[in-house]
Every structure is written in C-alpha cells, then in structure tokens.
C-alpha cells in the first residue's frame, strides 16, 4: 500500500504542478491509515460519512464510479464535511473494545453448540436459563459420557474456558486504558 500510495502522490504532483491537491474517500472498512498516509505526504485528505455524499433522490444506485464523482463534485465546492479523525492511541483504544466484543460473540457461538449439544444427547437437565459459568463449564467436562461424546463435550468446553480467560484478559487491559484516559472520568459520570 506504502509504494503504492508514494506513486499516487507522485502521479498528482506530476499531472497538477503547483496546485493544492485535495483528496476525499467514504470512511469505510480501510480505517484512518490511508487519511494518514496521504496527510503526511503533503496532501490535503478527508474522510466523509457515507450519508453525508448528496445524493438525487433518482440516483439511489451506489457504485464506485458515481461515488467517485459525486465526492470530487461536492469537495470542489466545499460542500463536505469530514468527519473526527481519532489518533493513533485512541484508535488503538477502540481495537481493544472491538475485540473484546469479538470474543464475547465467539464464546456465545461456542455457549449455543455446547447447549446444543447437550439437548441432541438429552441431557437437558445440564443447562438452566441462567446461562454457562466457569463452575458448570469445568462439572460438564467431569460428565460420564462415552469416549466421543466425552470428547466433542471437553473440545467445546475448552474452547469455552479459553475464550472466557481471554475476555478476563482483554478486560483487565480495558480497565488499565481506563486509568490513563482523560475521556473516562467524563464517561462514569455519564
């Protein structure tokens, strides 16, 4: 991406000598690293909300090569707002968050194929509505089952017990951001 931006850059600086080059894209899943990259390389760039792009109510139909267009039009004019570009370090404070929610969506995924399993084998009496636990985790490994069926049960509750120690883990470096980030003391009073 590096050279390929360098390139980018030396191409507008050679087809437009002397003038103010002014880049816009739609925030989307690229993140802030290519605004990054082409502000320290002199440009001017900007990142727009996907509903902030005018659109004719007759041109409802995205594609790249209208989006395109329209950016260019309304940047030339001067009618798009940028959105908040976070820094670095509080970009990496909303990779934390994300994860963590990652994990707890894969420990849900793993929580509904153990209790899944469970009612396939008619053990129903196993899981109640209060959801899974470390202690009924670790007492659903101990079960009596035939080999198989004992070994799919402990995969899935390893998997389970894995994920739930990387959500502790992942807290604990949520709580130590916390202690170095102005924004929380404006968040717990909220």
């Not at 437009?16 to 080059?21: L, Q, T």
């Not at 053990?123 to 080999?147: Q, Y």
């Not at 070994?151 to 959500?167: D, M, N, P, S, V």
Request: some cysteine; hydrophobic content about 35%.
């Amino acid at each position: 991406l590096l050279a390929d931006l360098r390139l980018l850059v030396e191409y507008c600086r050679s087809k437009f000598k002397g003038a103010e080059i002014s880049t816009a894209y739609e925030a989307a899943s690229c993140g802030f690293s290519l605004h990054r990259l082409l502000a320290n390389s002199g440009l001017n760039s900007r990142i727009v909300h996907p509903a902030g792009v005018e659109v004719a109510v007759r041109e409802r139909v995205k594609n790249d090569r209208r989006d395109s267009e329209k950016i260019a039009t309304q940047l030339a004019e001067g009618r798009l707002m940028g959105i908040h570009i976070p820094t670095v370090q509080r970009e990496g404070f909303r990779e934390i968050s994300r994860l963590r929610e990652d994990f707890v969506r894969k420990r849900n995924r793993v929580s509904a194929q153990i209790k899944s399993f469970l009612h396939r084998q008619g053990l129903f009496s196993e899981m109640d509505d209060n959801g899974l636990s470390k202690n009924k985790v670790v007492a659903l490994m101990e079960r009596a089952l035939s080999e198989d069926l004992s070994f799919t049960l402990r995969k899935l509750c390893e998997e389970w017990l894995y994920l739930t120690e990387q959500i502790e883990r992942i807290k604990e470096r949520l709580e130590k951001q916390a202690e170095n980030d102005p924004l929380e003391k404006i968040y717990e009073s909220l």
